[in-house]
């Protein structure tokens, strides 16, 4: 029977590498602007849709997403022994290719959603994905 203990700590820590590249990816630095322009929504109206109370249970569910999807991640590492910080960026691009874009993109066709959301979020998951499986695979040879 395999081993089912998973280390918390490094769970954490990827989910937290998620979080935080989200609100990089999603600033006005790197996508935001382009994210906004696409849903056609401005700063204004992206701030009036949430009250300060829906966008601390956004943010509260967003969190407890990002560690489940670590939490889950770091399943498939570990059953699969990897080591080192290329295998589990490998494992994490075939989990983001196998297991997101093919879950996700049916969503945005039937909802007839810009292309380009798409793209800005899946090469956010793209990215977000492949850290997390290096940071989790590098961990278990600690």
Do not use: C
């Not at 992206?46 to 991640?73: R, W």
């Not at 997390?132 to 695979?137: E, F, H």
Request: aromatic share 14%; no cysteine; net charge neutral.
């Amino acid at each position: 029977m395999p081993d089912t203990t998973i280390n918390l700590i490094p769970v954490v820590i990827a989910g937290v590498i998620n979080m935080l590249l989200g609100a990089l990816w999603y600033s006005p630095y790197v996508m935001g602007k382009l994210w906004m322009k696409s849903m056609g929504k401005t700063e204004e109206e992206i701030k009036q849709g949430y009250s300060g109370a829906s966008m601390g249970l956004v943010y509260v569910v967003n969190t407890i997403a990002s560690l489940l999807f670590s939490y889950v991640l770091a399943h498939i590492v570990k059953f699969a022994s990897l080591t080192t910080f290329g295998e589990g960026a490998n494992a994490g691009f075939w989990v983001w290719l196998g297991f997101v874009v093919t879950t996700v993109l049916p969503g945005y066709l039937y909802e007839n959603r810009p292309k380009m959301l798409y793209f800005i979020f899946i090469i956010y998951q793209l990215i977000s994905i492949v850290l997390m499986g290096g940071v989790l695979a590098m961990w278990q040879s600690l």
